[in-house]
């Protein structure tokens, strides 16, 4: 026992402690001639403990932020970290011409808590990707083929459009949070591929929560805001 305890110090380990029951075994006898004691413990290192908590505060607040739980690692399989479908033209036969095709953690679920995300977008010509946001995260864009007019704008007071046209092989980035679009301004069809900096980036299209929100908005207030008739609102508000 002395030697086991002077390893304990020699290699710093603290007892871990436990929960629910103060005993691990006992004699199975009855009333005073029942005896219980603690014979089995726990060790670790300080720093083996800190990396404990950080993965269990990450799975609590992959299960806050993004509804999902951690997946217990003796459970996890190749599909859990893969997907098949980004060489897959989208559909873009719809009013703004575009089509997303996401590989987040709703497709990859071993993406959970990793930070990362792809996206595939498909252009017809003209198509738009509408002005909207990634309340969570960074998106940077590079176009694999066709010309796409990329472009965000500041935050208040200053509201500055920054924009490029970006041809094959560009780069572009868009600030997390900040109003962004893309349009394709080429001749023919447009394919561009994203990454973000979050397996849960979310998105909110300005046109479809200022316009079609559940319930609606009351349309003198975007009238106000927007400066213009009740009329112009209703029939925005009608198309969303």
């Given amino acids: 026992m002395m030697n086991f305890r002077e390893a304990s110090t020699d290699c710093q380990f603290i007892d871990m402690g436990y929960m629910e029951v103060d005993f691990t075994w006992n004699n199975m006898r009855e009333d005073e001639e029942n005896i219980q004691e603690r014979l089995d413990r726990a060790l670790a290192t300080t720093s083996w403990l800190d990396r404990l908590c950080f993965l269990l505060i990450s799975c609590i607040l992959a ?3 993004n509804g999902l739980a ?27 011409g ?6 987040t953690v709703a497709q990859i679920p071993g993406l959970n808590t990793l930070g990362i995300s792809m996206v595939r977008i498909d252009y017809a010509t ?16 590079t176009v694999l083929e066709g010309t796409i007019d990329v472009g965000f704008v500041t ?9 490029k046209v970006l041809q094959k092989g560009d ?44 319930p609606s908005i009351v349309d003198d207030i975007l009238a106000k805001a927007f400066q213009v008739d009740k009329n112009v609102v209703d029939s925005l508000q009608s198309k969303f």
Avoid: Y
């Fill in 126 to 141: 003209w198509g738009v990707i509408p002005p909207h946001t990634h309340p969570r995260a960074t998106e940077i864009i």
């Fill in 155 to 163: 935050s208040n007071p200053e509201n500055r459009l920054i924009s």
């Fill in 63 to 65: 299960a806050l932020l």
């Fill in 70 to 96: 951690c997946k217990d690692p003796k459970l996890a399989m190749a599909d859990h970290f893969f997907f098949s479908g980004l060489h897959i033209p989208g559909n873009t036969s719809n009013p703004v």
């Fill in 98 to 103: 575009s089509k997303v095709t996401p590989a």
């Fill in 171 to 214: 780069v572009f980035v868009f600030p997390v949070g900040l109003v962004h679009f893309q349009r394709n301004v080429g001749s023919g069809h447009a394919v561009s591929l994203s990454v973000l900096s979050s397996q849960n980036p979310g998105v909110i299209t300005v046109a479809n929560a200022v316009f079609g929100s559940n």
